[in-house]
């Protein structure tokens, strides 16, 4: 085998309670990959469709990670990828974790599976620090090993897979404005209260033995983030509004995707989640502001071979 094709999934981050560790795996958003095999040595980017992305292999997260890879193995062929965008970068919901986790996947497929999937995020962290200029694993770990997944800790790297219940489903709507990474970190409180953490620590404790469980009631319950949200939410146009309609339409719970401007909502059932999807348009037909809105099962492969 020379060459592979493969589905890149968009991720959520930072999810409510679960800030810097918590994420989930989507279904339905992603990107498309093409990883080569080729005489010449080293790692070439040879298409980018979508949007416009550097095409030097050290500007480009998939470029970055597939270096990190290809420097701890020995071969005499190298490796070209293609990259398909469909998950518009900093939309907050982990394009550049997609591109990163991508070609590292793809290029161990290749190479008949050398390195399993905790090795293979320590690679694309190398990536990512290239996009958010930090090494952080909460959108990788999700992409590559699908469902819930929480980085107990990045050094060492550890992270955890989270079971969750057959019916969850995801709404999310991309409003498209900018948010610098910079201006959302400068919003952060430099110091937490007691009371608020032990809230925070709480319902992250709750939310995952809800998700273990497939306690619906839990889960909603404890989908809340008090140390958060109060500060990142006010970067976002009609946050409070979006939240309010889409919790009376039935969700269990938003909260921010990433860093923003992206919302997303947990709901039991396809049906709700179309639902609220309704509930979220409405807010922002009103706003002035072009927004997409995606409906996705929570993906429990992650990222996958197509073709
Ligand atoms: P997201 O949370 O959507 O990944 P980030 O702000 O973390 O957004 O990353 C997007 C930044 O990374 C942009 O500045 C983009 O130019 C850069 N970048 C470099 N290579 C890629 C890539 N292959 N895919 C996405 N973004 C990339």
Known sequence: MN???IFSPATVANVACGFDVLGF???????????????????????IEGFELPYETEKNVAGVSALAMYNAIDVDFGFEIEIYKRIKPG?????????????????NELLGRPFN?????????????????CEHADNLAPALFGGFTLVKSVVPLKILEIPC?????????????????SEARAVLPKEVPLADAITQWSNLGSLVHGLHTSDYDLIKDSL??????PHRSKLIPFYNEVK?????????????????????????GLETAKTVKEAMKTV????????????????????????
Do not use: W
């Not at 219940?165 to 990474?181: F, G, R, S, V």
């Open 3 to 5: 060459e592979i094709k």
């Open 25 to 47: 795996c989507l279904d339905s958003v992603g990107d498309d990959m093409v990883i080569r095999k080729v005489d010449k040595k080293g790692i070439r980017i040879s298409r």
């Open 91 to 107: 939309s907050g919901i982990g394009s550049s974790a997609a591109s990163a986790v991508g070609s590292v996947f793809g290029m």
């Open 117 to 133: 999937k905790t090795q293979l995020t320590e690679f694309a962290i190398k990536g990512e620090a290239l996009a958010s200029k």
């Open 165 to 181: 219940p057959n019916d969850l489903y995801a709404t999310i709507i991309h409003p498209q404005i900018e948010i610098k990474t």
């Open 224 to 229: 809340k983030d008090v140390i958060i949200e």
């Open 244 to 268: 309010n309609e889409v919790l009376k339409a039935g969700a269990l719970g938003a909260s921010i995707s990433g860093s923003g401007p992206s919302i997303f909502s947990l709901s039991k």
């Open 284 to 307: 922002y037909a009103k706003s002035g502001i072009d927004f997409d809105i995606h409906v996705s099962k929570i993906n429990t492969k992650g990222i996958k071979i197509i073709d």
